[in-house]
């Protein structure tokens, strides 16, 4: 059925459905034959080659580059003319220049979410206020929601540009009240309300699951929080709400763990965030992640899985930052069960699962001998 | 696969040289317009493995000097990576590489990149990719290294730069793409080689670093780039650069990591993948010859590990640093 539809059609009707701002994108493998049926429902015959089902856009990838190569030539000619896009646009919102730059970037950043140059184009679009954020953000939100961008820096970095107003020139932003080594160097982040927030960390725990071990979100999640947190300080009694929001985050981060224990990101989220927290010096805060008791959560995760490197270094690091609080918990997880592990042999464990990691006993030996390392540097 | 007993122990030179060569081919591929805006990394990466592999000469000096400086943006004063791309950092560095490697600088305004890469230093000491602002310690390493090849560092605010660095520092040891995010291999590289152009390794914490990177080696000889992911090709070069940095690299089993490249390239086609059968690419070509040459694979030319460029070249500016790799094995008679 693609062969038949012209190419420019086709990419009207994908840059018409994407102008939806799907809830979630899939690219589909091949032309998509797979996935469906012989027309026998008037939506599919009404958006063939894709799929738009309760605004869930599937792509098939033939088409999805199809339409990439014919945006490719469509992208270039509009820059083009008659100088640079960015001066031409300037003051004409009705340039029909405008819409064909904002239609064929969309396929561009769809189909390679780190072409600069069109995520460039768009953010000078929204500069001159001929995009509005609130539309771009949903679209780059459908993106996300798929596989194929989602651990993209560069579509990462574009929300964290609309988020943070850096398209108002003269913008009133005000400096960030987080301590040196915490984020200090972003532009604190906005979220509009409470819905927005549980919008962005909904969206970030979908591209964690679609894309394990996500670095550029697992990055986004920690700014976000960074940006809160920055906001707490600013105004403790105004935004006493974000006890409850790092309780509820630190609880939930705690259950991904357990769900995916193979996850780095995640435990390595979860302690930077709690010591950015505890370098706030705030009494209510650091009682929040004492009652947390992460050290004793990686113990007994540790126990549980010894043939997990993600696991063993949520230990060794949890043991470093709790160590003066917990020194009893960390003495008795060393003696009674890394020391006996540790002296096996190094032959891989009956838990080990994964082929590829080392033994148990290895990362035993490895835990003791960088707790011995902190104990002599502390004599 | 076709392949004679034996060939997939020893690097197939003719064969990578070929594949390179064939890159710039088939411009109207869907290939080549899905990695137009990594274009003169390309070429970047082509260059210098053919240098590595003794064979700088296998495409045309001209040619490529000219699609370098059809990629200049004159607005910004920086090079995009492709010629109708916007100015970028990234293509910028890759376009200093060329020009250097083809001894070609005074094609380049010196003044004006220049000026383009210090307005892009953030006030925290960060880089910024382009004037839209993304950062990432792959900019900050870029603008190090761009300023050192332009003998012009001694412009750069150092000790804001290395504050900023500082603060990418990780309970690992280890170094993320901003302050806070997770170690990562490739950004453990470029914060360690940005130090060591700067003279500063005293600020990493060498010890807790070097175990985290040796420990990123998998039973199977291969590398991977943080805790429970992949091997892959591509970090043999970046934790081999930081060791080799950090005089530690030895700390890796050489024989296995040297084995597991091997197995990864195309013996028919040529090239080498990030793992083995998968496509091959020019990245992963480039970055596994890079990986051989540190770990002293014999016929080939020594690769300086901070520059990620031919040593011989970065010695003659007088850049050298006191990194070491493995020494260069002779070939086995068979």
Known sequence: MSVSTSTSATYELLVSLLAKCPKTIEILPGDGALWTHSGDSSDEATFAPFLFLDNNLGIPQKVLYQAYIHAVGVFKLVRKSPTRASEEIQGNDNSPAVQILIDSSS??????????????ARKLLVKKQLIDPRTELCFIASLLSSQHCAKHAELWYHRRWLLSSAYE????QSPTCLPAGAGASHRDLMFASQTNLQQELGLLSRACEVYPRNYFAWTHRLICMRSLLSDHLANPSKNSNFVVILRREIDGIKQWIEHHVSDYSAVHYILTLSRDVLQCKTLVLEETIDEEDMLAHAIALVCEYPGHEALWLYARIAT?????????????????????????????????DVANQLGSSEYARLYLSKRAKVDSSRE | MTAKPGEQDKLLVPLHVSYIKSLGNNKDDLAYHLTAHLRMNAIYWGLTALCIMGHQ????REEMIDFVMSCWDDEAGGFGAHPDHDAHILATLSAIQILVTQDALDRLDV????????????PSGIFAGDSFGEVDTRFLYIAVNALSLLGRLSELDVEKTVAYIRQCQNFDGGYGATAGAESHAAQVFVCVAALAI???????????????LSERQLPNGGLNGRPEKLEDVCYSFWVLSSLSILNKITWIDSEKLTAFILSAQDLETGGIADRPGDMVDVFHTHFGVAGLSLLGYPGLVDLDPVYCMPAS??????LRKGWKALPRRLAQVS
């Open chain 1, 107 to 120: 396929i561009l950043i769809l189909a390679n979410p780190s072409h600069q140059t069109a995520l460039n």
């Open chain 1, 169 to 172: 020139t003269h913008g009133t």
């Open chain 1, 320 to 352: 470093l930052i709790f160590d003066a609080r917990e020194k009893q918990q960390i003495e008795q997880f060393v003696e009674s069960f890394v020391r006996p592990l540790a002296s096996q042999n190094s032959i891989t464990g009956a838990w080990d």
């Open chain 2, 57 to 60: 000469d296998a495409l045309d």
């Open chain 2, 111 to 122: 003044d004006r990149v220049v000026k383009f890469i210090l307005s892009l230093q953030q």
């Open chain 2, 198 to 212: 700067l003279d500063r390794l005293d600020e990493v914490d060498q010890e807790t670093l070097c175990w985290w």
């Open chain 2, 313 to 318: 070249i970065i010695e003659v500016k007088g």
